[in-house]
C-alpha cells in the first residue's frame, strides 16, 4: 500500500484545485480520476469574474484557452425576453478544456495524476483514510471527496428531482453572433436552459428539467428540448441549423440542487465541490465554489485544521448566497412568475447585477478563502 501525504478522489476542478494547492506547499499528493480522456460533464461552462480570478491564481490561463468574453444575460420565457449588461467581467469556456489544464498545472507542480481508475471504496483508520481502487490500495493522512455530481459508495447524498443534460453545438453563423458576449437562459415549466459561447467558434448548451417531466426521446437531443423550443421562440431561433458537436448527450439525473452536506464524513475526508454544496445552476457559481471549496480544504489541511472545522466553516459562509438563490428560484416555478421575472429585468435592468452579486460566492478572493 502506498501513502501520501494527500489523496483527492477525483480530478475535477475542486479535486485538482485541493491537490495543486497541496503539491505547490511541498506535499506529496495523488488524484485519482476515473476518465481516462477529458469528458463532457453537466456544467454550463460559464466562468464569473470570482471563477476567473481564481483560476488566475491557480495558474490557468483561460484567455490561451480560448476563453469567449461574456458581458450580457438575456433571460427569456413564453413570447418574451429581456437583456442586461453583468455587472462583472465573465466568460465561457469547456470544461473540456478547463480540467485537463487545470490537472495539467497540478501535474506540473508536482503532483501524482492516475487516469482511466476508479475508487471502489473509502475507508478512515487512525492515520486518515485509505483509498481502494482495483489496481491497489492507497491512504493518506488528508482525503478530498471530489467525486463532483457522482455519489462514492458509502458517502451518500440525498436524491434530488432534476435530470440535467449538456451538449456542444455548432451553431449558424448567424446564430454565433447573435449569441456574441452574451449568456442566455430560457426559462419553461419545470425547468430551463442555459447557453453561450465558448473556444473554437463552439456553443454550450445545457438544460435541467424535473424528472417527472422528462421526455422519453432518450439521446434525440432536438426531441429532449422540444418543451424549451415549444416555450420560447428565442431558443428555437437559436437552434435553427445547429449540429451537435459532442460525440454524445451528457446528462446526469437526481441532481440535488441546494443541497449542503452539514454532515462530516469522517476525520480527515474533506468533501469538496458538489460533494459539499450544490448551488442552483442558474447561478453560474458552481465553477467558483468547485475551486473556492478545493483551495479551501487545501489550506485547512495545511494549517492542520480538521475536515470538521474546514466544512462548518466553509458553509457558514455559503449562507446568504444559497438563501438569495433558492429566493430567486421560487420565480420560475409558475407561468406568472416566470413572465414577471422577464418583464421586471426588462423594465429594471439593474436588477440583474443584484441578484449576481446575491448570488456569489460571499469570499471568492484567494486571500479571503480561507476565512470562509
Known sequence: MSDFDAISVGGGLAGA??????????MRVLVIERSRTAALKVCGDFLSREALDLLGYLGVDTGRLGAVAVDRFTLATAGSSATARLPFPAAGLSRLALDES???????????????????????????????????SFRARSVALATGKHNLRGCPRP????????????????????????????????????????????ATLCWQIETRRLSRAGSD??????????????????????????????AISSLPFGYVRRIAVADGVFPVGDQLAVIPAFTGDGTSLALASGIGAARAVLAGETAAAFQRK???????????????????????????????????????????????LAAPSPDGIASL
Open 159 to 202: 436524491s434530488g428531482p432534476v435530470t440535467a443534460f449538456k451538449l456542444q453545438l455548432s451553431l449558424s453563423r448567424a446564430a454565433q453572433e447573435d449569441l456574441a458576449r452574451r449568456v442566455q437562459l430560457v426559462l419553461c415549466r419545470g425547468g430551463y436552459a442555459g447557453t453561450c459561447m465558448v473556444e473554437n467558434d463552439l
Open 17 to 26: 484545485a485541493f491537490a495543486l494547492e497541496l503539491a505547490r506547499h511541498g
Open 221 to 250: 437531443w432536438k426531441a429532449q428540448l422540444a418543451p424549451f423550443t415549444s416555450q420560447s421562440s428565442l431558443l428555437g431561433d437559436l437552434l435553427q441549423g445547429a449540429r451537435a458537436a459532442s460525440p454524445r448527450l451528457a
Open 102 to 136: 487545470l490537472l495539467d498545472v497540478a501535474a506540473a507542480a508536482g503532483a501524482e495524476i492516475m487516469r482511466g481508475v476508479t475508487v471502489s471504496g473509502l475507508e478512515p483508520d487512525g492515520r486518515g483514510a485509505v483509498v481502494r481502487t482495483a489496481p491497489a
Open 314 to 360: 466553509f458553509i457558514a459562509g455559503l449562507k446568504w448566497q444559497f438563501h438569495c438563490a433558492r429566493t430567486v428560484s421560487l420565480a420560475f416555478r409558475t407561468a406568472p412568475a416566470r413572465r414577471l421575472s422577464v418583464a421586471t429585468v426588462g423594465i429594471f435592468p439593474s436588477i440583474i447585477a443584484m441578484v449576481a452579486r446575491a448570488t456569489r
